[in-house]
């Protein structure tokens, strides 16, 4: 697949049968609708794009994830929705024999995760657990954190739901799962095998539960979302409602290149035209961007997607041939 944008002359609903979308920054910012959402999604079920919603936050349940996005207007069942502790609980299967001690530091809906695998859930490093499972749980605190580290100190498997470092809310963006785990990985010098994004573990659950054919990840974070897709040699589209911005498209490492961009998720319904070299300018329809002395230089014209991706083809071309922009150089890129 390109390492670059990829040109679609239709809509994405109309050129992929299932979508994996992410929920916090995409479908949802917390308990508060993201615009577009909900209508966007809607009509590309109408065009006949299955969703199936794909998220690393292991602190609730399927069901309870789904009725919440049945209330924001987008009808929802528990079968369509993976969570990362689903994932996580797989995962432990593929080393451990059923009956195995888990010691969970989580929520609830990591628990039941856990124990669907036949895998006793236990509390204490002094009952020797066997791995433990650590996911996102606002009501984690010290003392959930050392019984981890005394766990993994004591050779238990390690294994983390994800490892984003931070969760948007409706006020802002708060320490995810990743910056706990961060507490036990200091105490322990263990890294954790990780269930989620940026794997591309669950994107490989979710589509064989679904049966897609033609699948589009769908994300706002190019160091989970994204990166996953590249992992999985998936075709994934970045909205910029969520955590990673335009500029850090432009900036982005090949690893975590979106495939295609858009301001949210009306880009379901729209086709994404690619830029083409002219010259030393990318041109996307009215909008422009080139690189010159490692410094990158816009156009501005039309749709602002477009501006952002000239400025992403222009960037990554000049980075690929060893000419990297400095980052100082990329501008604030026009809201979309």
């Keep these: 697949m390109s390492g670059g944008l990829l040109a679609a002359d239709r809509p994405l609903a109309e050129l992929f049968d299932l979508a994996l979308v992410d929920l916090d920054g995409v479908a949802y910012r917390g308990h508060e609708r993201v615009p577009w959402a909900s209508e966007s999604l809607v009509e590309a079920r109408e065009r006949g794009m299955r969703t199936l919603f794909v998220t690393n936050n292991a602190s609730r349940s399927p069901d309870v994830v789904a009725e919440q996005l049945t209330e924001l207007g987008i009808p929802t069942s528990g079968p369509d929705v993976m969570t990362a502790a689903q994932a996580a609980a797989q995962l432990l299967a593929t080393r451990l024999a059923g009956g195995a001690k888990v010691l969970v530091v989580g929520a609830d809906a990591l628990r039941d995760a856990v124990r669907a695998q036949g895998f006793e859930v236990v509390s204490s490093a002094d009952e020797h657990p066997d791995a433990v499972a650590q996911g996102f749980s606002p009501d984690i605190g010290w003392p959930q954190l050392a019984e981890a580290a005394y766990a993994v100190a004591d050779g238990a ?180």
């Design 157 to 336: 498997w390690y294994v983390a739901s994800n490892r984003d470092l931070s969760l948007p809310t409706a006020r802002g963006f708060a320490p995810g799962n990743g910056s706990l785990v961060l507490a036990v990985t200091s105490a322990t010098g263990v890294t954790p095998d990780s269930a989620g994004k940026p794997e591309p573990t669950m994107y490989q659950l979710a589509i064989a539960r679904a049966g897609g054919v033609r699948t589009l990840v769908v994300g706002d974070r190019l160091d989970t979302d994204l990166a996953g897709a590249r992992a999985g040699d998936l075709p994934g589209l970045h909205v910029l409602t969520g955590v990673s911005t335009a500029r850090d498209d432009v900036l982005a490492v090949p690893g975590q290149r979106p495939h295609y961009i858009g301001a949210d998720l009306r880009a379901l319904l729209q086709p994404h035209p690619v830029p083409v070299p002219n010259d030393e300018w990318w041109v996307c329809r009215e909008a422009a961007a080139r690189v010159a002395g490692g410094r990158l230089e816009l156009r501005p014209g039309g749709d602002a997607v477009d501006l952002v991706r000239a400025a992403c083809a222009a960037a990554w071309a000049a980075a690929d041939a060893g000419l990297p922009v400095e980052p100082s150089s990329v501008p604030d890129l026009p809201s979309v």
